[in-house]
């Protein structure tokens, strides 16, 4: 026993040395160095943190992707306003066939807003909305077209208050008109919508209702999910900005919808890699949450930007493209109703296209 004692005390003394050599340095230092000391230890930390969470999702990226995870012809198109206001032709929907011709695309979101701020739709904002639906259920009658609605939202902008009721009802009037023009469905992109909005869910059940009852579609455009679990709500209070939700406010947008769009772009990824492995984990992520039922579409970036939260040589497709595959292939590789959506017409190129079809479509 009291050899153990002594054996106690040894140990003890040798790892108690080190620590006090460090507090007798301490307090030899001046202020200034302490406090530059503090200060590399603030910002190595969170760095470093950092540094494992760019680590994991860059890891996501290995690994290639079966061929079994490729198009299953349900992805869609985001297009632009011009196509309802006037400015589009009869050239233009046949361009339009040439360009989706062998291709994935089932869907096209179509601008038809935007919704003013009470949630009214005024029809002089899309004169020829008509004329677009008829056109192309001739040009191209294997697709469907769907009425893309949307608006800014409070609290963080000034705009439409979807917990108002009057609102509410005024948006689903607005869903209505579009289907009366001849649209196969509604597709709503509100932006940005916090996780909790009780507004938001009532919304989608009541445009649900009045969707089924013309044996329509309802689709919706939502943000990213939370790579960290509360990443939201630190962002919410950090910076004033909702740019995802948590798994649990997905899920309980999808189940209330037919169709859902992860717009996975704009993601403050800085290289191919980066993105791709982001890429790879959103879409995991969001098979998870989608019920199985449920049509989920990840966005692809058919655009180039170069700023903080969009780096235009990290953003590609092929990349965008090569992340959806592994998370398809690791998380649910046999599921049917998935597929990819492009944002957007106006500004993709052709690389962007040939890019889509290389990594999506013409998977040997």
């Known amino acids: 026993m009291a050899r153990f004692r002594m054996s106690a005390r040894r140990v003890g003394r040798a790892m108690t040395t080190p620590a006090r050599a460090f507090r007798d340095k301490w307090r030899g230092w001046s202020w200034w160095r302490r406090a530059l000391l503090a200060l590399g230890l603030a910002v190595a930390v969170p760095v470093a943190a950092l540094g494992s969470v760019f680590v994991a999702i860059r890891l996501h990226y290995v690994g290639d992707p079966s061929p079994e995870a490729r198009t299953r012809g349900r992805d869609a198109v985001w297009l632009g306003h011009a196509w309802v206001d006037g400015r589009k032709t009869e050239a233009d929907v046949a361009a339009l066939a040439r360009q989706l011709a062998g291709t994935g695309v089932r869907d096209l979101y179509v601008h038809t807003g935007p919704l003013e701020h009470d949630g009214s739709l005024p029809p002089a904002v899309h004169p020829r909305a008509r004329w677009f639906t008829d056109t192309v259920h001739r040009a191209l009658p294997q697709v469907r077209l769907q009425g893309w609605l949307g608006d800014e939202v409070k609290p963080e902008r000034d705009a439409l208050d979807l917990e108002d009721a009057p609102t509410r009802e005024r948006v689903t009037a607005s869903a209505r008109q579009v289907l009366d023009q001849g649209f196969d469905g509604v597709h709503f992109d509100m932006e940005p919508i916090r996780p909790g909005s009780a507004g938001w869910l009532t919304l989608l059940d009541q445009v649900r209702a009045v969707t089924a009852g013309h044996g329509a579609k309802l689709s919706v455009a939502a943000p990213q999910i939370d790579p960290l679990p509360g990443l939201h709500t630190a962002g919410i209070l950090l910076t004033g900005h909702g740019k995802w939700w948590d798994q649990a406010y997905f899920t309980e947008t999808a189940r209330r919808v037919d169709q859902i769009a992860v717009m996975t772009y704009d993601s403050s990824m800085p290289t191919e890699p980066l993105f791709g492995g982001y890429n790879a984990l959103q879409t995991e992520l969001a098979l998870k949450?989608?019920?199985?039922?449920?049509?989920?579409?990840?966005?692809?970036?058919?655009?180039?930007?170069?700023?903080?939260?969009?780096?235009?040589?990290?953003?590609?497709?092929?990349?965008?493209?090569?992340?959806?595959?592994?998370?398809?292939?690791r998380q649910d590789r046999r599921r049917q109703n998935f597929g990819v959506a492009l944002y957007v017409d106006f500004a993709a190129t052709p690389e962007n296209w040939a890019a889509y079809r290389e990594g999506w479509v013409d998977v040997s």
């Open 289 to 329: 949450a989608t019920p199985a039922d449920v049509d989920l579409l990840m966005g692809l970036p058919f655009y180039w930007d170069d700023k903080w939260g969009h780096w235009g040589d990290a953003e590609t497709v092929a990349a965008a493209v090569r992340g959806v595959r592994l998370g398809l292939d």
